[in-house]
């Protein structure tokens, strides 16, 4: 028999926190408006009925709040939860929302629905003129096709299944974010306590692994090849992949490139690191094993070799949420990836000799060590002034200490920067909605007090983070993490698109290209000061060593937040 509790809860919304708490949920991010009134009531009336809820942690801007809850997963692997308002609140979230699905985030995003009544006789019915400006008539329309599941609540003995299924589906893999909308009317409903279950209703898939005549036949093609190749973006998701992946190149010699790295997956300073651009290997191997890449290159770009066999990897190997993506597919190998790929090793183990292994190590080992010298020395030579972003990021890699956590997003350049360890590192997500990568440190920090966390952003994604609602979370919620902003002065992933489109075009002639610049710039180091951190913006070279000391001293023994405006060139 299932073992319940029973907690005093009185209405929908005292159950909704209730279970949010009881399964894992220990914060509730939220932007609230006029449908959270029970939610608040709910939040105020826990502690004196002993009633333990997560910690509600307001957040001024939905697309903040919910970069917080995708970073905050990203360090923790535990997801939070995230309350908006309505329709108007959601559509701040989408863009958050479009970044989680395409990350493979589980979270649960929480809304309320304008309520439905229009009379006196139920607690909750409307009483401002903005609940009829709210509704809709399919407000999760909005985000269907961006989530695993959604649902609206209907009834207050729904919570805990809805909630308990929402979660299992949102970590089943491949995971990703679900949404319940929630109407006013039904989370004002009255309950006489609530019986929950100890164990949830329903719990999340076991990953899969792919099947022992698969992974027989992926040995197969790769101890025939003669040039195998590894390209990934996120294999090191969590810390068995890191680890799975680094055994796999290591026994094996096979070499690995990170392109458009979300997560390290690999240490920098392995003999079996390819670099982080798939085309020189690309262009000459035999067989590529893709480990959990939506893009594992651009065909625009990159020339697979003729007659490359290809055999991609992950939850979801061919990336079915995505509806144009033609890569080839030799062999599906649909699974967990560090299981996946310690199996893959077994099935290696006897196809393999080692001294193929070993003279393939050896011819490597010097390729790569040779590139990334001249990765290295690239980067130092860029001093400028301007300084080039290689030249910031090489510096702040020797300045950053052994526990630093760097979210990069259109920052920082991983090549030069020398990551070693899982979790050291986490990119934007390929979908590219900006204003991820200052929120996304700050839920880090969250899941993280204890770590140095540091978010490098173009400008342009500075600005699109709602700079002002960020530094305001960061202080209110004791977050102090570094934000450095390069900054060009120019959107420069359209200015560099438009060059790719139109390489002698006139825009490329222009002095200034059309719709890219972004001058006159604000005072970045001044919005952080606004919110009592420290701001200083660093033009020289010789200036940024003790500048980013500086920093991160306010950081780590003052416990306030610091912004540097590193001045770059485009």
């Not at 609940?131 to 609206?152: A, I």
Request: aromatic share 4%; charged share 20%; proline share 9%.
């Amino acid at each position: 028999m299932t073992s319940t509790r029973r907690l005093p809860v009185t209405t929908a919304a005292e159950a909704l926190l209730a279970t949010l708490k009881a399964r894992g949920i220990d914060h509730l991010l939220a932007n609230p408006g006029t449908d959270f009134a029970p939610i608040i009531e709910g939040f105020a009336r826990a502690p004196s009925a002993g009633l333990p809820v997560p910690t509600p942690v307001a957040i001024t801007h939905e697309a903040a709040a919910i970069a917080m809850a995708h970073g905050h997963w990203l360090a923790s692997g535990r997801p939070l939860a995230l309350m908006v308002h309505v329709n108007v609140g959601l559509a701040n979230t989408l863009m958050g929302v479009i970044n989680a699905a395409r990350d493979n985030v589980p979270l649960l995003l929480l809304s309320g629905r304008t309520p439905i009544g229009e009379g006196r006789d139920r607690l909750g019915a409307r009483d401002l003129p903005i609940h009829w400006g709210q509704e809709m008539r399919d407000q999760g329309g909005m985000l269907r096709e961006l989530v695993k599941w959604d649902y609206e609540l209907r009834q207050p003995e729904q919570v805990p299944d809805l909630v308990d299924r929402a979660l299992a589906i949102a970590t089943s893999p491949p995971m990703g974010p679900v949404y319940l909308a929630l109407p006013r009317e039904v989370l004002c409903e009255p309950l006489d306590g609530l019986e929950l279950r100890e164990a949830p209703l329903q719990r999340a898939a076991a990953p899969t692994v792919p099947s022992p005549a698969s992974l027989d036949e992926a040995a197969r093609l790769i101890a025939a090849a003669e040039r195998p190749l590894v390209i990934t973006s996120r294999a090191g998701a969590f810390a068995d992949g890191f680890a799975a992946l680094t055994a796999l190149a290591e026994r094996f010699a096979l070499p690995v490139v990170e392109f458009w790295p979300s997560r390290i997956s690999l240490p920098a300073s392995h003999p079996m690191h390819a670099g982080f651009d798939p085309g020189p290997a690309l262009a000459e191997a035999d067989l590529v094993l893709v480990v959990d890449a939506l893009v594992p290159w651009v065909p625009r770009r990159h020339e697979l070799a003729r007659g490359c066999r290809v055999v991609q990897l992950g939850p979801d190997p061919l990336f079915a949420a995505t509806p144009v993506r033609g890569f080839p597919c030799d062999l599906a190998l649909a699974g967990e990836v560090a299981t996946s790929l310690r199996l893959l090793a077994e099935a290696l183990e006897d196809r393999l000799p080692a001294r193929v292994a070993a003279e393939r190590r050896e011819r490597l080992a010097a390729r790569h060590a040779k590139a990334r010298a001249e990765r290295l020395a690239a980067a130092e030579a860029g001093g400028g002034p301007p300084m080039s972003p290689a030249f910031v990021s090489r510096t702040l890699a020797r300045a950053l200490p052994e526990d630093a956590i760097l979210v990069s997003e259109l920052g920082c350049d991983p090549s030069v920067m020398g990551f070693a360890a899982p979790g050291s590192y986490f990119g934007h997500p390929s979908s590219g909605g900006l204003g991820w990568g200052v929120p996304a440190a700050l839920g880090i920090k969250l899941a993280r007090p204890d770590r140095t966390v540091v978010a490098t952003v173009g400008d342009g994604s500075y600005l699109f983070a709602n700079p002002p609602a960020c530094h305001q979370a960061a202080e209110a919620l004791d977050l102090p993490i570094l934000t450095v902003v390069m900054n060009n002065g120019v959107w420069n992933a359209v200015d560099k698109t438009t060059r790719l489109v139109y390489p002698d075009g006139s825009a490329a002639r222009a002095n200034e290209m059309p719709l890219t610049s972004l001058r006159p710039a604000p005072d970045y180091a001044m919005i952080a000061r606004a919110s009592h951190g420290h701001g200083e913006r660093v033009e020289r070279p010789e200036d940024l060593p003790d500048a980013i000391a500086r920093a991160l001293e306010v950081v780590r023994e003052e416990r306030r937040q610091a912004l540097l405006d590193v001045v770059v060139a485009a």
